[in-house]
């Protein structure tokens, strides 16, 4: 009872007139023409959406990023379109029937990157088959495409940035995980290269040392359900020369102290474990759909600013 008292003789003492209108403003921005492209171009036909300003609810609080350039959102929704949507469009033929199934249903983009504790560098995250998020548009070079798809072990850090590593292979990664979530691939995966995962130490491998192991990548070395997704993510995106010199390493390597003796043998396991998978439980062939890959991302490095930032 006293306690009530006090809270009433607290309110008593406020001079405040409140006149019911809120400080923050929580009137939702009007949508312009790229809010209007978006809902016809992504919503309408595939459920999806795509956040482009800053909100705070959608970022992890963890950390500080900042939201991309109007101009950079842009250039990413329309490379994202032609490199991921449509590509898979193209391998169906279903009119974006299996898109609009499966697809990720809400895409966050991100201006700055996001860094881990263990200095790793946050390419993309994935929530539950729903959500997808892009760090580093900002760090676009809209006059400069560039884009490795015929090295099996490319230097992240050259500039401009490498848009197959940091984006496209994200997308396809991530959208491998929402597949797997949805149907599980066979066991016999798991056990392949269990005594050669190395958990939280994988920050420590570098590409062109994981082969020796029998990964393609070194964040694949970190568990099994990553060496799944970036088998099939390297695979669709680099050519199958570039992929060969993934194999021609582990050669190279066998004799290094501490190398796996079986790694050739256990990649090539896995990689047809993740073929089969893909092709008897969604129809996706990952061969064709590399093809297509390779062929839109080369027609892509003759896009200009205009093209990139045209809402087509």
């Not at 996001?114 to 892009?134: C, D, I, P």
């Not at 839109?296 to 930032?309: H, Q």
Request: glycine share 6%; proline share 4%.
């Amino acid at each position: 009872m006293m306690l009530f008292v006090a809270a009433l003789a607290f309110t008593a003492c406020d001079n405040d007139d409140p006149s019911g209108t809120s400080i923050f403003d929580t009137t939702p921005p009007e949508r312009n023409e790229f809010d209007t492209w978006i809902l016809n171009t992504f919503t309408k036909p595939y459920n999806i959406t795509i956040l482009y300003r800053y909100y705070d609810s959608e970022t992890n609080n963890t950390y500080n990023v900042v939201p991309p350039t109007v101009e950079k959102a842009k250039a990413m929704a329309n490379l994202m379109k032609y490199m991921w949507l449509d590509a898979y469009n193209e391998l169906m033929d279903d009119g974006g029937l299996f898109m609009k199934k499966w697809s990720f249903r809400e895409f966050l983009f991100v201006g700055s990157h996001q860094w881990r504790s263990n200095g790793s560098r946050v390419l993309g995250t994935a929530e539950g088959g729903l959500k997808v998020t892009l760090f580093g548009l900002n760090s676009l070079d809209l006059n400069n495409l560039r884009i490795v798809q015929d090295q099996p072990f490319p230097d992240h850090d050259e500039n401009p940035m490498d848009l197959n590593y940091f984006f496209f292979h994200t997308m396809h990664h991530e959208f491998c995980h929402i597949l797997t979530q949805k149907k599980d691939y066979s066991p016999d995966f798991r056990t392949i290269s269990t005594a050669w995962y190395r958990s939280g130490d994988w920050i420590n491998v570098r590409d062109p040392e994981a082969p020796k192991w029998g990964f393609v990548t070194g964040y694949a070395s970190s568990e099994y359900n990553e060496d799944f997704a970036e088998i099939y993510s390297t695979y669709v995106t680099i050519t199958p020369e570039a992929f060969n010199g993934i194999y021609e390493k582990i050669e190279a390597d066998k004799e290094v102290d501490g190398a796996n003796e079986n790694a050739k043998k256990q990649l090539e396991q896995k990689v047809d474990l993740v073929k089969k998978y893909m092709k008897d439980n969604w129809g996706i062939d990952m061969d064709k759909l590399r093809d297509i890959v390779l062929r839109r991302g080369n027609e892509i490095m003759s896009w200009t600013y205009d093209d990139l930032v045209t809402l087509k």
